[in-house]
């Protein structure tokens, strides 16, 4: 009878012992720290004009964010994220600000509050980026803007949420002024300048007039015009009597188009032509028509030949990504795939070093950033990538390199480039100056009084 009880005795000990077991077991389920949740998505919203004046530098963003979203999810089976301890696949959300700043805050706004995304991605000018970034800063959601003047968003900061790659009006203006010099005397140094009354014309002629003049060239100003204007005749009228013969500005592509077909039925065809926002785009230049893109230069942000620049996503050099673009879309590369291409590079790079949707780990994941994309180097403790821009940036813009503005911006090389014709696109764009950047440049070529009978001389000056 002891033995016995003795073996009951022992068995219930071992069942405390299982009980108490089992009881820590629970509790250190309870109370250990266990990975959150994993969300089913990753949400990112692309801000972009995609109509209106604008639409030609989101014409590449509809087939882009597909291709990426499609190449994230099937290719590499989702983002991982360390955080949950798996690969999540992504929701590109694309909308349209109709190249309005009041609509790109409004659909920033729904992104946010309605869509619910993780970060936000904001493509192309001003008109999008500056609306786009202070409701970013409003709601506290991360975000990349890439692809414009950032001084003229720098001076609607501080921010805490928004980080910008794109480059600066004394960028652009060097170059302008660089081109011009490459026509030597075949001008008299005489530049009529005209911008839109918008917040990226703004700053661009308060830049370009002093730089111009401090260059030795004498300024006609033709002032501030309101975007949509329909006659240009008296500010032909008065470049004409100046004897300009060297044209620049900032208009978008529709005003520099009605401006650039009265000069030339007035008789006023200056030599030179270098503006911004409105040359950039093949689609612009072949919708001028009658053959008077020939010879038009602009600032050149991204080019087929540049081999250091390269997607880590996509495993490309920028040559095999245009070859890639013709020939999925059957359109001409332009330079707005290039950055677009090095956003979505930047946002995947991002999130899995910041682990979790976090809206602070992918902050912090942002703020340092150091990587090569298909839109260039990105590194916030580097800002000034190419030699001599951060001295002119302190020359002409010291607010630039104040504490609160540093940290938050990356300028990327500019060169110069010309328009010239193209036997499958009808246009084309050739390097006539290079910056430094790993790029064949061409002789450049001046404006023919009567494109329409531009001479083989022209054509023999650049490749076929």
Do not use: C
């Not at 949400?43 to 989101?58: D, E």
């Not at 946002?347 to 703020?367: D, F, K, T, W």
């Not at 104040?402 to 990327?412: E, T």
């Amino acid at each position: 009878m002891a033995r016995r009880m003795a073996l009951t005795a022992a068995q219930y000990a071992v069942i405390a012992i299982v009980i108490v077991v089992a009881v820590g077991a629970a509790a250190a389920y309870v109370w250990w720290p266990r990975a959150p949740p994993a969300p089913s998505e990753i949400r990112i919203g692309v801000v972009a004009p995609l109509t209106g004046p604008l639409a030609s530098f989101g014409a590449p963003d509809p087939w882009l964010a597909s291709y990426v979203q499609n190449y994230i999810n099937q290719n590499m089976g989702g983002i991982y994220m360390q955080a949950y301890g798996r690969r999540i696949p992504v929701q590109i959300i694309l909308k349209d600000t109709q190249s309005s700043q009041s609509t790109a805050a409004t659909v920033t706004q729904q992104l946010i509050t309605q869509d619910h995304v993780n970060l936000l991605i904001l493509l192309h000018t001003p008109q999008t980026i500056d609306p786009a970034s202070a409701m970013a800063e409003k709601y506290g959601v991360p975000a990349l803007a890439i692809e414009g003047p950032v001084d003229a968003w720098v001076v609607k900061g501080p921010y805490h949420w928004t980080y910008m790659v794109g480059w600066a009006f004394p960028q652009l203006v060097q170059t302008y002024i660089n081109i011009w010099n490459l026509a030597g005397n075949r001008t008299n140094g005489v530049v009529a300048v005209i911008s839109s009354n918008d917040v990226g014309g703004r700053t661009f002629y308060e830049v370009i007039v002093p730089m111009a003049e401090a260059a030795g060239y004498r300024v006609v100003d033709l002032g501030l015009v309101t975007p949509g204007t329909t006659d240009y005749t008296p500010y032909i009228i008065k470049a004409k009597e100046a004897n300009a013969t060297i044209l620049a500005g900032d208009l978008s592509p529709p005003d520099f188009a009605t401006l650039w077909r009265q000069a030339h039925a007035y008789g006023w065809v200056p030599e030179v032509v270098t503006f911004a926002r409105s040359s950039v785009f093949p689609s612009d230049m072949r919708a001028l028509g009658d053959n008077l893109a020939y010879g038009i230069s602009v600032e050149v942000w991204w080019f087929p030949s540049i081999s250091t620049y390269y997607s880590p996503l996509l495993k490309m050099n920028a040559s095999q990504w245009a070859q890639l673009y013709e020939s999925a879309t059957g359109r001409e590369w332009d330079m707005a795939i290039g950055y677009d291409l090095g956003a979505y590079d930047w946002a995947v790079n991002v999130l899995e070093r910041a682990g979790s949707l976090s809206p602070q780990a992918i902050n912090q994941s942002i703020a340092t950033t150091d990587m090569m994309t298909m839109a260039g180097p990105i590194d916030f403790r580097n800002p000034f990538p190419s030699p001599g821009v951060e001295s002119l940036i302190a020359q002409q813009e010291p607010f630039m390199l104040q504490p609160q503005n540093k940290g938050h911006y990356v300028l990327l090389p500019l060169f110069g480039g010309q328009w010239v014709p193209s036997s499958r696109w009808g246009w084309k764009i050739v390097p006539i100056y290079s910056a430094g950047l790993p790029v064949e440049t061409y002789p450049m070529v001046m404006i023919p009084a009567n494109p329409s009978n531009a001479t083989s001389t022209y054509v023999n000056a650049t490749p076929p």
